[in-house]
């Protein structure tokens, strides 16, 4: 498929992709087609073996300054609704593979939103994050509310939420809302090195993991504890699983296959 407002690179380095929200102009203003676009590459990077981490940015400006307003500004409830845009939020959230926020600039509304999606997050030091929707009318549509509360906790969540105030990279930091802050220049490569560290490891142990840690979140102790246990015991059916206790026993580096 070709893309109009994101560009894809498969091998950003080996088993590592990147998406790029590219719509520079409307600072990767978030429309219904660049939604799809992104929830299409990554249906396409999640079923291909030579991808093992994936990266979204956006470029040293805006990673995104949240859904396109001119596009939903003359909607009703009922568009809205027939339009159910969830769908593709859901699909991006199911991701199987790790996802690698590289952000700079302003990450707003749904723009912070898809950030909090991703499973980790690297910033630059302009980077600043905010749910402003309250200053035009609405409100947080896509986890906003819940995602942002459950990292950085009520009292903060309130304030971005009720007031639309940015924080800047460095509160963010100390918030848990982001992994690393580094100069602007180093931001997409610090991301790299990151998904390059995950993507040596075994990719279905890596998969397990993820879904086993976001299990944290949408399910009780007792069940997640139980979740999380099936998983570990069924790696021990993979070959990774062989081969990584098989080379620390024999003092060499692992080659995992995602077997
Ligand atoms: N939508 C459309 N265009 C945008 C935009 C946006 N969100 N943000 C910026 N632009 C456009 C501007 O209109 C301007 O276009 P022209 O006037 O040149 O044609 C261009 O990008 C440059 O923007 P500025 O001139 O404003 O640039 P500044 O540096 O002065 O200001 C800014 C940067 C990021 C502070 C400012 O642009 C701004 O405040 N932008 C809006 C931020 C915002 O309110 N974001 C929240 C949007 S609501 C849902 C999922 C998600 C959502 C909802 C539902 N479902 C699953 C149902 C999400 C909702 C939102 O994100």
């Known amino acids: 498929m070709s893309n109009q407002y994101i560009l894809v690179n498969p091998q950003i380095a080996p088993f590592v992709a990147h998406i790029q929200l590219n719509r520079p102009k409307e600072l990767n203003a978030l429309n219904l087609e660049l939604m799809l676009e992104i929830k299409q590459a990554l249906v396409e990077l999640d079923a291909d073996d030579s991808v093992r981490a994936i990266i979204i940015s956006g470029n040293e400006r805006v990673f995104a300054a949240g859904a396109d307003i001119k596009q939903m500004a003359g909607r009703n409830a009922i568009d809205m609704l027939k339009i159910d845009q969830f769908t593709t939020w859901d699909s991006i959230r199911k ?36 749910q402003p929707e309250i200053s035009i009318g609405v409100m947080p549509g896509a986890g906003g509310t819940q995602r942002l509360t459950r990292t950085v906790g009520k009292v903060k969540a309130m304030e971005m939420v009720l007031t639309g105030k940015f924080i800047g990279a460095q509160e963010a930091l100390n918030y848990g809302l982001v992994n690393k802050v580094v100069p ?28 086993s840690v976001l299990k ?34 024999e003092k060499r580096k692992a080659d995992f296959k995602g077997k």
Request: net charge negative; aromatic share 12%; hydrophobic share 50%.
């Open 95 to 130: 991701t199987k593979k790790p996802l690698i926020a590289a952000v700079s600039g302003f990450a707003l509304g749904g723009g912070c939103e898809l950030v909090m999606i991703c499973d980790m997050v690297i910033a630059s030091d302009t980077a600043q994050f905010g």
């Open 184 to 211: 602007v220049e180093f931001y997409l490569t610090e991301a790299v090195q990151l998904a390059q560290t995950i993507a040596e490891k075994s990719p279905i142990a890596v998969q397990m993991a993820k879904e």
């Open 216 to 249: 944290a979140f949408e399910m009780p102790l007792q069940e997640a504890l139980f979740f999380e246990r099936k998983n570990f015991y069924m790696l021990f059916a993979t070959e990774d699983q062989k081969e990584g206790m098989a080379a620390f026993v």
